[in-house]
């Protein structure tokens, strides 16, 4: 029975250190072997060979530096095999010499530098863009490819195959574990930033699993978005990216109730805003600003934010202000997801018929088919009309399509209050 359980405490251990640490220990693999995949796979043999020996010998110190010694033991030991002692092997031979592993120092400021060389790496202009975001959200953003497929509405398995592809590709072409030139940053960073956003999302409303938010994600998105600014001060995107990051951030702990339970925006207690991060966002818009190249889709959408974090009650909210804010994003960035956030703030300014038809429009174009968000908002819309019957179906059908399960209780409790309603 003890035996069991020092098993699943090195099991529970194992899983929380690769889901915080994992993008940095296979960034630092990648800077030491020179192979994305290969890195991986080191990675992997490190994982199991701590499941065999955290049970017995506990939990290192720093079980982060320490899956990374292992993984970087094995790689001595294939180059060994190989016969291909080289000047790296030697390097790191020393270094693994000097100093114990589970010892080692864990420099956050070495492995954020790795980090957003895997970045660069994972968005290559010799892989497609669709291959740079499923590859980035799976390494960096620590996702599952089942859950990058819920963010896209695609087959997992058409996500599996970009990735294997992704790889194969950046090991063909020989792409070195760098930050590019600043002359090629602009091929790069388009992508770059959109993987931030899609991982700080992950982070905002995860699409699967047993918790409503996953901060460890948003908190690495926005480290990583902070650092590729100052990289690139005359990049508004970048600012304004930051800026959304910062507002959103700022609500994190109002989100949810201390047992995890979601509180969405109109019951959050705004007294637990933070208002540092809100002063960062509100700088880092005037910076995307500054530069005088109008805003795009990130300082768009920070501006909306930046309503929210100014209104000092729900009912204070300019929600007009956020119609046209919504009106000019879907002039710079169309998109259906786009139109439901638009139609969503047409009933909060305008009421739930005008925003209802929107809502219809999109129903019938099919472009969100599966799209969980449609029919909770379309119920929340009908439910005002008092179309309680048609309202309840359409709560139960997106708590069906929704893969949180935290999100999945707040739709049916939704629908359980309709029940009696006449």
Same mark, same amino acid.
């Given at each position: 029975?003890?035996?069991?359980?020092?098993?699943?405490?090195?099991?529970?251990?194992?899983?929380?250190?690769?889901?915080?640490?994992?993008?940095?220990?296979?960034?630092?693999?990648?800077?030491?072997?020179?192979?994305?995949?290969?890195?991986?796979?080191?990675?992997?043999?490190?994982?199991?060979?701590?499941?065999?020996?955290?049970?017995?010998?506990?939990?290192?110190?720093?079980?982060?530096?320490?899956?990374?010694?292992?993984?970087?033991?094995?790689?001595?030991?294939?180059?060994?095999?190989?016969?291909?002692?080289?000047?790296?092997?030697?390097?790191?031979?020393?270094?693994?010499?000097?100093?114990?592993?589970?010892?080692?120092?864990?420099?956050?400021?070495?492995?954020?530098?790795?980090?957003?060389?895997?970045?660069?790496?994972?968005?290559?202009?010799?892989?497609?863009?669709?291959?740079?975001?499923?590859?980035?959200?799976?390494?960096?953003?620590?996702?599952?490819t089942e859950e990058i497929a819920r963010a896209f509405m695609i087959p997992t398995a058409t996500v599996q195959q970009r990735i294997v592809r992704a790889k194969k590709t950046l090991t063909a072409a020989k792409v070195p574990f760098e930050v590019p030139p600043r002359a090629e940053f602009a091929n790069r960073l388009g992508a770059v930033l959109n993987v931030l956003y899609l991982v700080f999302n992950e982070g905002y409303a995860a699409t699967s699993g047993s918790e409503w938010m996953r901060t460890d994600l948003g908190a690495e998105a926005l480290r990583l978005a902070r650092i590729l600014a100052e990289l690139v001060p005359q990049e508004p995107e970048a600012h304004g990216l930051v800026a959304l990051m910062e507002l959103t951030a700022a609500?994190?702990?109002?989100?949810?109730?201390?047992?995890?339970?979601?509180?969405?925006?109109?019951?959050?207690?705004?007294?637990?805003?933070?208002?540092?991060?809100?002063?960062?966002? =509100?700088?880092? %818009?005037? $910076? +995307?600003? /500054? @530069?005088?190249?109008?805003? *795009? #889709?990130?300082?768009?959408?920070?501006?909306?934010?930046?309503?929210?974090?100014?209104?000092?009650?729900?009912?204070?909210?300019?929600?007009?202000?956020?119609?046209?804010?919504?009106?000019?994003?879907?002039?710079?960035?169309?998109?259906? =997801?786009?139109? %439901?956030? $638009? +139609?969503? /703030? @047409?009933?909060?300014?305008? *009421? #739930?018929?005008?925003?209802?038809?929107?809502?219809?429009?999109?129903?019938?174009?099919?472009?969100?088919?599966?799209?969980?968000?449609?029919?909770?908002?379309?119920?929340?819309?009908?439910?005002?009309?008092?179309?309680?019957?048609?309202?309840?179906?359409? %709560?139960?059908? +997106?708590?069906?399509?929704?893969?949180?399960?935290?999100?999945?209780?707040?739709?049916?409790?939704?629908?359980?209050?309709?029940?009696?309603?006449?």
């Amino acid at each position: 029975m003890g035996e069991n359980a020092d098993a699943e405490r090195a099991r529970r251990a194992v899983e929380a250190v690769w889901r915080i640490e994992s993008a940095r220990i296979v960034a630092a693999l990648t800077r030491i072997v020179g192979d994305l995949d290969l890195a991986e796979d080191l990675a992997g043999q490190a994982l199991l060979e701590a499941l065999e020996q955290w049970p017995a010998g506990g939990v290192p110190r720093n079980p982060a530096a320490w899956l990374t010694a292992v993984a970087k033991r094995r790689a001595i030991d294939g180059w060994r095999r190989r016969d291909l002692l080289d000047e790296r092997y030697a390097a790191i031979a020393r270094d693994l010499d000097a100093s114990r592993f589970d010892d080692e120092a864990w420099d956050p400021d070495r492995i954020d530098d790795d980090v957003l060389r895997l970045m660069f790496i994972a968005c290559h202009p010799v892989l497609g863009r669709k291959a740079q975001v499923a590859l980035t959200l799976r390494v960096v953003g620590g996702l599952t490819t089942e859950e990058i497929a819920r963010a896209f509405m695609i087959p997992t398995a058409t996500v599996q195959q970009r990735i294997v592809r992704a790889k194969k590709t950046l090991t063909a072409a020989k792409v070195p574990f760098e930050v590019p030139p600043r002359a090629e940053f602009a091929n790069r960073l388009g992508a770059v930033l959109n993987v931030l956003y899609l991982v700080f999302n992950e982070g905002y409303a995860a699409t699967s699993g047993s918790e409503w938010m996953r901060t460890d994600l948003g908190a690495e998105a926005l480290r990583l978005a902070r650092i590729l600014a100052e990289l690139v001060p005359q990049e508004p995107e970048a600012h304004g990216l930051v800026a959304l990051m910062e507002l959103t951030a700022a609500r994190f702990g109002a989100r949810t109730t201390p047992t995890g339970e979601p509180i969405l925006l109109a019951d959050q207690d705004r007294t637990r805003w933070d208002r540092a991060q809100i002063t960062r966002g =509100v700088a880092a %818009l005037a $910076r +995307a600003d /500054a @530069v005088g190249r109008g805003r *795009g #889709p990130y300082a768009l959408q920070a501006a909306i934010a930046e309503c929210h974090a100014r209104a000092a009650t729900f009912e204070d909210t300019d929600w007009e202000t956020i119609v046209l804010l919504y009106e000019a994003l879907g002039q710079v960035a169309p998109s259906p =997801v786009v139109e %439901l956030n $638009r +139609a969503a /703030a @047409v009933s909060m300014a305008y *009421g #739930p018929a005008p925003a209802l038809e929107y809502v219809d429009k999109l129903v019938a174009d099919g472009e969100l088919a599966g799209y969980h968000l449609l029919p909770s908002v379309r119920g929340e819309l009908l439910r005002q009309l008092g179309r309680i019957d048609e309202a309840r179906a359409e %709560l139960l059908e +997106a708590a069906r399509l929704t893969g949180n399960e935290r999100e999945r209780a707040v739709l049916l409790a939704k629908a359980e209050e309709l029940r009696d309603r006449p």
